[in-house]
């Protein structure tokens, strides 16, 4: 059973920018690809980012350009970077991992969500 932990959620405006964390716990992390999801009032949850076990990774179309994933494997952790915030970019932030390779979708393990509120 992995844990998954996520932080750094918070309000900021417009512009701004913000570091999600995410830690684990209970696996070998390196073992697993990871992602970043979002859940924004009244709509379904959807992908935001994705890394491979060690290294490399892609995201949504909607955030390129301003999101970047990484991730520490000797500290368990997984990172979100969210730079020129938009108002829509409003939601529950997640993340998820699973043991095999990087995907959108049909991940195994899911934290507790961290709010992100961006006001404009």
């Known amino acids: 059973q992995v844990g998954l932990v996520e932080s750094g959620g918070g309000l900021v405006q417009a512009g701004g920018s913000l570091r999600l964390s995410c830690a684990a716990s209970?696996?070998?992390?390196?073992?697993?690809?990871m992602g970043w999801f979002r859940q924004a009032p009244g709509k379904e949850r959807e992908f935001v980012a994705a890394?491979?076990?060690?290294?490399?990774?892609y995201v949504a179309d909607s955030v390129k350009g301003r999101f970047t994933i990484s991730r520490d494997n000797a500290k368990n952790t997984v990172y979100l970077q969210m730079n020129s915030l938009k108002p829509e970019d409003t939601a529950v932030y997640y993340c998820?991992?699973?043991?095999?390779?990087?995907?959108?979708?049909?991940?195994?393990?899911w934290g507790q969500g961290t709010q992100v509120t961006v006001s404009s």
């Open positions: 998820a991992c699973r043991d095999g390779g990087i995907t959108t979708s049909e991940y195994d393990y």
């Open positions: 209970g696996g070998t992390f390196s073992r697993y690809a």
């Open positions: 890394i491979r076990r060690s290294s490399g990774g």
